[in-house]
Nanobody, 127 residues
Framework: QVQLVESGGGLVQAGGSLRLSCAAS????????VGWFRQAPGKEREFVAV????????YYADSVKGRFTISRDNAKNTVYLQMNNLKPEDTAVYYC????????????????????WGQGTQVTVSS
């Protein structure tokens, strides 16, 4: 079992930046593929970004390409989501999720590909 704790959310104006962190414990971090999802009020949870356990592959939702960057620091057991040029439509609760190894794309973009989830962190972008 993996424990995930997100941090870094907050209120920011449109065009601003935030960096989310996802700290993992309980299982060998180097074997984990970690992704970010988000859920806005009244909407389904949607995929944002993922970096595979080996770090060799990264995928992004079209809506965040060029603005968001996912990275991982295996020494700190942490995955980051750098969010730049934020838009009001980025407002949501952001969750990190983890699973062992990799199942391929586009499967890794599905929320049911993951078996561990954090509690979420709120990101609010004002216009």
């Amino acid at each position: 079992q993996v424990q995930l704790v997100e941090s870094g959310g907050g209120l920011v104006q449109a065009g601003g930046s935030l960096r989310l962190s996802c700290a993992a414990s309980g299982r060998t971090f180097g074997s984990l593929t970690v992704g970010w999802f988000r859920q806005a009020p009244g909407k389904e949870r949607e995929f944002v970004a993922v970096k595979t356990w080996s770090g060799s592959s990264t995928y992004y939702a079209d809506s965040v390409k060029g603005r968001f960057t996912i990275s991982r620091d295996n020494a700190k057991n942490t995955v980051y989501l750098q969010m730049n040029n934020l838009k009001p439509e980025d407002t949501a609760v952001y969750y990190c999720a983890a699973r062992l190894f990799f199942v391929g794309w586009p499967g890794i973009g599905r929320f049911d590909a993951y078996d561990s989830w954090g509690q979420g962190t709120q990101v609010t972008v004002s216009s």
